[in-house]
């Protein structure tokens, strides 16, 4: 489940066998490295973007056999290109992730809910399919119900984190739900959480979970390792919405989170899925 920097990316999980993880850390690196340079610091946005282009000109290198530029970030890159070498991984899903994170400096809000999906399938997805990848999964109803989970886990992150990304001058709800619901963004700004923020919120997390339970039937489809890694993530990201619920839509003041009796629940339900 989720981690400091680079959402919903299963680092080093106890589930995870030994021999993919330098692959996986590698793959992280990237990325958190890359949501950094996109969130992190005081820089300015034109900035960021140059940072972001050097990520994606490093991975251009890559797919060319070059060595990547010299720099602090090389051995970095060099760890990733051996791992894009040796599992013969698509560069797409890695330039999609750059593509997000340069969305995320200059585009603070979101129209409607098929913008916000297609940022997703840049932000999130990707994910999924690297370790698809990794395991050598590639058929399309996998890579289809991975898509779903993993859109599903960055929107329930977005719901958890609307008081945090306000900070940022972000806000990922839909402006058309905002509108429908009659919610302000000074309402949000304020905390404000009365009915209509409740209603807004309900309508959001039932979407989530309804999508996060279109993918699910993927974790009892891939066998071994990453099928319960999977149950785990699919329980987990469903258990955070419970959460929200149980918070009465709250995310300003209790940030909901899973504390150890709720990975007891969800280690339980993934074994009965």
């Known amino acids: 489940m989720p981690v400091d920097h680079y959402e919903n990316f299963p680092v080093a999980s106890i589930l995870l066998p030994r021999r993919l ?3 996986v850390e590698a793959i992280y690196a990237f ?7 996109a969130d992190e610091g005081d820089a300015a946005p034109p900035a960021r973007l140059a940072a972001l282009q050097a990520y994606d000109d ?6 060319h056999g070059a060595a990547p530029p010299a720099g602090p970030d090389a051995p970095m890159f060099a760890r990733l290109g051996a791992v894009i070498g040796q599992y013969r991984l698509p560069l797409q899903p890695l330039r999609d992730l750059l593509s997000a994170f340069r969305q995320d400096v200059v585009t603070p809000r979101y129209a409607d809910y098929a913008s916000l999906l297609d940022y997703c399938r840049r932000s999130a997805n990707p994910v999924g399919r690297l370790m698809l990848a990794l395991y050598g999964v590639a058929d399309e109803a996998s890579l289809r119900r991975s898509d779903a989970v993993c859109s599903a886990l960055q929107l329930i992150n ?5 008081g945090i990304d306000i900070g940022k001058g972000r806000i990922y709800l839909p402006q058309e739900d905002l509108q429908r619901f009659g919610v302000a963004e000074a309402d949000i700004g304020q905390a404000r959480t009365g009915p209509a923020w409740r209603a807004l919120m309900g309508f959001e997390v039932d979407r989530a979970r309804a999508l996060m339970l279109e993918g699910a039937p ?8 990453i099928g319960w890694e999977l149950r785990m993530v699919v329980q987990g990201g469903l258990r955070i919405l419970e959460a929200i619920e149980r918070a009465d839509y709250d995310v300003f003041r209790r940030r909901p989170r899973l504390g150890r009796m709720d990975w007891l629940a969800v280690g339980w339900r993934a074994l009965r899925m």
């Open 218 to 225: 993927l974790a009892t489809r891939l066998p071994g390792r």
């Open 21 to 23: 993880v330098p692959a």
């Open 58 to 63: 490093a991975l251009d290198a890559i797919g």
């Open 31 to 37: 990325a958190r490295s890359a949501d950094d340079l």
């Open 158 to 162: 977005f719901w958890q984190d609307v």
